[in-house]
Structures are given as C-alpha cells and as structure tokens.
Nanobody, 118 residues
Framework: QVQLQESGPGLVKPSQTVSLTCTVS??????????WHWIRQPPGKGLEWMGA???????FYSPSLKSQMSLSRVTGKNQFTLQLTSVAPEDTAVYYC??????????WGQGTQVTVSS
C-alpha cells in the first residue's frame, strides 16, 4: 500500500525559509511514470497546486511560486522535499504531497500545517 507522510516545522517566522519533506512508502519515487506533487490549502480557500517532480527528477513549478520554491529529493530515503523561501503570512496553509499519474491524484498524505507568524 502506498503511503505519503508530510513533515515540517509547523510554525515559522516571516522571511524565513521553510523545508517540508514527503516520505513515501510502498512505492519508489524514482520508478514508473508517476509525478510527485506539492499542493497547499490556505485557511478558507481552495487547493493550490505548487509544483511536481517526475520519477526521472524533472521539476515543474507553478509560475506564481517559481521564484520562491524549489523541489528536490533524497532517493536513498525515498523522500521528496519542498523548500519555500521568504515566507509570509499568506503562505500559511496545510501542505499536502500527492502521487499522480495521467492526471489522477491517487494517493495523498494527510497534510502538514505551516503557520507563518511572528
């Protein structure tokens, strides 16, 4: 069974950099033709797609967030990570990782809350 688990710092101050990790079990992030995504949901708002990494390591970013974020992975730990720089209160959200193939988001993590506050 495929499982995804997000982890992160929870509370960060404005202008800081936040790093989130998605640990995947039951599948390898480097095989098959899956894409591994980061999606967030600010309080009271809808889901916002942030970016994705393919199984080959190619990255894709939302144009509105491209300058602020980067994706990477630790293949030995079967993890992929999101780094978001210069965070502001509007970056407060629940952050999800998910696995996608042919536009179907099959598996999601439970989400991790990130709150940006001084």
């Amino acid at each position: 069974q495929v499982q995804l688990q997000e982890s992160g710092p929870g509370l960060v101050k404005p202008s800081q950099t936040v790093s989130l990790t998605c640990t995947v079990s039951g599948d390898s992030i480097t095989t098959n033709n899956y894409y591994w995504h980061w999606i967030r949901q600010p309080p009271g708002k809808g889901l916002e797609w942030m970016g994705a990494m393919s199984s080959s390591g190619s990255t894709f970013y939302s144009p509105s967030l491209k300058s602020q974020m980067s994706l990477s992975r630790v293949t030995g730990k079967n993890q992929f990570t999101l780094q978001l720089t210069s965070v502001a209160p509007e970056d407060t959200a629940v952050y999800y990782c998910a696995r996608e193939i042919t536009a179907r988001f099959e598996y999601w993590g439970q989400g991790t809350q990130v709150t940006v506050s001084s």
